[in-house]
């Protein structure tokens, strides 16, 4: 990756550390099924110095069609599955200290699914090397060696209820609402919380309405990343997309609709490959239903419901949903405690991207307080906005997004005094009084590249 300076530190770590483990082994996996569910554990072996053992757990509930048994875990379409979602879990160890060659054992991959995970390790991990001042090819990072038998895509039998990935945000709302109006839909998620509880309830779905993942990462990795091992962001999204396949077919459900809207193709860093959101982009989702019907099935339909649309777009949408305003929430930092940190860029994004369409007072009874006046805020607002050069490495809006969001705001407040980061804004070159042209663009713009069915296609189009 390229963009920024050599931090020596992090280069000379990442040599030293592939001379000292030169491999990672995916060893296996464990599935089982007990009267709480299903479970899995997976095995990787660096360099044989040491051992994780991820895994998860899928809660048995009443509305699945086709729960595994302990029989039908070794079909091919769930032992496929399985071993795909070892493959994803892989780039949270790997990363530790990026050995060049990885050895796959349980399935033969192809050389066009080699080239594929390779460039998913290599864009998903954009953000990992860009700020750990690693600099290395594509071509050259690492050598996959697969070993056992090519398996065959499967045919699964499946309705045309929408599985929705709830995440607690805006955006997974939108998606909730407006699908929900005319369609059977399932909330998905992984590893329930406060707000993507409280987002499944105020939708109407109960405990036992939604499906769920409990994932647990390996308490190695975190004992390593004390010890000084490499750590960094990793493509959770790309994470999701193959445990959505998987409850899929557990659900009996075809489609499966993300809420990655097309504010997420823009780079992190301006003039780079480097995304945060990378497995959020369009390119990583036409390459992802590429390679599951390729090679694992062709019955699955996943994509993002919200692609044609931008951030701003959904912001309008979603301050219309004002059931949702006490329990949604949109911040990393705070979502241990269920909480808007009111300290970060994504909580600073959020107020902004809906200080348009929803009142003040409501925004700052939302968060607890009124961003736009938190001195401590005005680094991140530069960031976003495009004064500064690098956007948080966080799921925002891009920047002529942000822009147009402010301008909005100063448009519905030009008579008031404006709060301390609105009036800091307002004396920069990035305000201007004659933007109202590309603000209705923003508004009115409709992202083409999506891949929506017709009728899914026209939910949104009668919504906008």
Known sequence: MSGKPDTASGQQKFDQFRAEYPFMEYVGYEAHIDQAGLHLKYEFNLAGKYTFRPGFSIPKKRFYRSFPTPESLNTPLFQNLFFHIGLIEMISYWKAACPEQVIIK??????????????VFYQGLGEFFYTNGIHSSQTDFMHIISQGDTV???????DETVIVAVGGGKDSVVSLELLGRSRNVRPFIMNPRGATLECTRVAGFGNDGFIEVNRHLDPLLFTLNAQGFLNGHTPFSAMLAFYSILVSAIAGHRHIALSNESSANEPTVAGTDVNHQYSKSFAFETGF??????????DFNYFSFLRPLNELQIARIFAEQVKYYPVFKSCNAGSKTDSWCCNCPKCLFAFTILSPFIPLIELVHIFGTNLFDTPQMLGYLKELTGIAEIKPFECVGTIDEVNAALHLFIAKHQHEKLPLLIDYYSNTTNFSPHQAGLTEKILNEFNTEHFLEPEFLSIIKQKL
Do not use: H, M, T
Not at 107 to 119: A, F, G, P, R, Y
Not at 289 to 298: A, D, E
């Open 152 to 158: 065959p895509i499967q045919v699964a039998d499946l």
């Open 289 to 298: 239903r590429k390679y599951v019907r390729k090679f694992i099935s062709p």
């Open 106 to 119: 349980g399935q033969k991959l192809s050389d066009e699914q080699v080239l594929w995970w390779k460039n």
